[in-house]
């Protein structure tokens, strides 16, 4: 059964069944066996702050986010939804920190990373007053990539890979360190591609 699942699912993806997602461009200044070193332009989100667990936060503020991209807004349209959903630690809930996600006192920061084709100035205002729109500035972030589920156990293990490495090659960040998730949910565990950014310092 379980081979017949996986078997299910790439004949999904080599037929294109399993439809590609716009995502931020970036460029690749440095790739090591852990890591990549990435330059990311201003980063137009949308994002709500949930106070709550690390596996719990990322639903709670999916369903508002999503209810923000699927019209509940000020010119009531349905906005593309893109990847990676992001989730960091929230130090202060009241939104001074930048869908990415992060952990703190105050929970956890949650972000939907908006089609290109918007700006601040066009894009529809919100009118769920959980959710904020803003601009992420351009970005130097080291990078690690893994598969699986999205527990916080799974996500400490390779957090640790990636801090490690850097560690090791001098490199210093700075920050929350941010997951990045760019699969939905019914998306098989193996086939999943989640990411740990972390700002490096100047």
């Not at 690390?54 to 699927?70: K, P």
């Not at 893994?146 to 156990?153: F, M, P, Q, R, V």
């Not at 360190?177 to 760019?182: K, N, Q, S, Y």
Request: proline content about 6%; overall charge neutral.
């Amino acid at each position: 059964m379980r081979t017949y699942i996986i078997c299910s699912v790439l004949m999904l993806i080599l037929t294109g069944g399993i439809m590609a997602t716009e995502e931020p461009k970036y460029t690749v200044e440095k790739k090591t066996n852990e890591y990549e070193i990435r330059q990311y332009p201003n980063i137009l989100v949308a994002e709500t702050a949930i106070d709550a667990g690390f596996e719990s936060a990322g639903n709670d503020a999916f369903r508002i986010l999503a209810d923000y991209i699927f019209g509940n807004n000020t010119v009531k349209k349905s906005i593309a939804m893109t990847a990676p959903v992001l989730q960091k630690e929230s130090k202060n809930i009241a939104m001074t920190a930048p869908v990415s996600m992060s952990k703190g006192a105050g929970g956890y920061i949650v972000q939907f990373t908006m089609p290109a084709e918007y700006t601040m100035q066009t894009i529809p205002a919100p009118n769920d007053a959980r959710v904020h729109l803003r601009m992420v500035p351009a970005r130097r972030v080291a990078v690690h990539r893994y598969s699986g589920d999205w527990s916080e156990k799974n996500y400490t293990n390779h957090l640790g890979i990636l801090t490690a490495a850097l560690a090791r090659d001098g490199m210093a960040s700075t920050g929350e360190p941010v997951l990045a998730r760019f699969d939905p949910p019914f998306m098989l565990w193996l086939f999943r591609r989640n990411e740990i950014w972390l700002d490096l310092a100047p």
